[in-house]
């Protein structure tokens, strides 16, 4: 079986599912659920802002980073957590459309990619000593952050342009 | 009456007209409005969990309202400017609707919220800057402020709804 018809058949699933009914047949739930991804996106990305500016050295600059991302790290993973499950649900009350709209193909390709790089390369950056990262690396480290998220973002609101 | 005039006369404008009937502006303008979210509403809300002492507790209140300050100011400037936009596109069908009321009732409570917490709890930040509990003063306001933002988001999602784009 090819990786695009296990990607459908997925989609065919949620489409199909209790859930996903559910969701499609209710007036209400999708709009509740969708208030819930946006304000689960203003605090996912206030946390994941915060961290950054801290970064590029032009907000808490005499906290460590360590600490302020050890701070906000609970509240950063909550609202991403809040993100996947809303963002899941809304998927499965049209996951047939969704798996053929590019802009949604994108977004999950961003999605990973930046989940993937927050919990590696970018957690070892602001974990690390002050002195084990220079600032041109921590610059870029917060750079890439940033491009990912806003990948995530925008590919989100073109969705529903396409 | 007046109002009303106001809101045709704006909507018959060049200005409105071109925002209305041009194929980028409403799209970029509300891409601009939601995802500001995330520094305003984000910022907002990290400011609120320190006032409610869940979150940035290492920090004096006063340093994580001085370094948040500017960037939440910035940022509700941009969604200010955005939404007035968005509004200015299609005036007299935006007034039509009960969430834009709401939303504006909304807004001017999360400002008079601010005002009553600057003219109370928050003169006396001094007192409490470090402590290991904030007063129940400030634990109000962000409980308050938290219901607020989340009832302006709930408003602004059902402004969308009820005026589907063309």
């Known amino acids: 079986m090819s990786l ?28 509740c659920i969708e208030i819930c991804h946006l304000l689960a996106l203003g605090l996912l990305g206030g946390t994941i802002l915060i961290v950054n500016l801290r970064l590029f050295g032009l907000r808490f600059r005499s906290e460590p980073v360590a600490e302020l991302a050890r701070d906000v790290r609970p509240w950063m993973i909550g609202s991403l957590g809040t993100m996947l499950v809303s963002g899941f649900f809304l998927f499965s009350s049209e996951a047939v459309k969704m798996y053929g709209n590019p802009a949604f193909r994108s977004k999950m390709i961003f999605l990973a990619l930046a989940v993937a790089y927050t919990f590696t390369i970018h957690r070892k950056v602001t974990m690390s000593a002050e002195t084990d990262a220079s600032p041109l690396g921590r610059k870029l480290a917060a750079l890439v952050s940033l491009l990912l998220w806003a990948g995530v973002g925008l590919s989100g609101r073109i969705i529903g342009y396409v | 009456m007046f109002f009303v005039n106001f809101l045709t006369w704006l909507h018959d404008t060049g200005f409105s007209t071109t925002l209305r009937e041009s194929t980028w502006a409403e799209p970029i303008i509300e891409t601009v409005h939601v995802l500001t979210l995330t520094l305003f509403l984000g910022f907002a809300v990290l400011l609120d969990l320190r006032l409610l002492g869940v979150c940035l507790r290492r920090r004096p209140a006063s340093e994580v309202l001085a370094q948040l300050n500017p960037w939440l100011g ?45 003219a109370t709890v928050g003169r006396k930040l001094r007192e409490w800057d470090t402590a290991a509990r904030t007063p129940r003063g400030a634990q109000v306001a962000a409980m308050v402020s938290l219901l607020l933002w989340v009832l302006i988001v709930a408003a602004g999602r059902a402004i969308a709804y009820a005026l589907p784009p063309p």
Do not use: E
């Open chain 2, 74 to 118: 910035g940022s509700f400037a941009v969604m200010l400017a955005s939404g007035t936009l968005l509004f200015c596109g299609d005036p007299v069908a935006f007034y039509t609707t009960i969430f834009l009321k709401a939303k504006m009732i909304l807004l001017a409570l999360a400002g008079l919220n601010v005002a009553v917490f600057q």
């Open chain 1, 4 to 31: 695009g018809k296990l990607l459908l058949s997925f989609c065919q699933w949620a489409s199909h599912s209790s859930f996903g009914h559910g969701v499609r047949d209710s007036v209400w739930l999708f709009p």
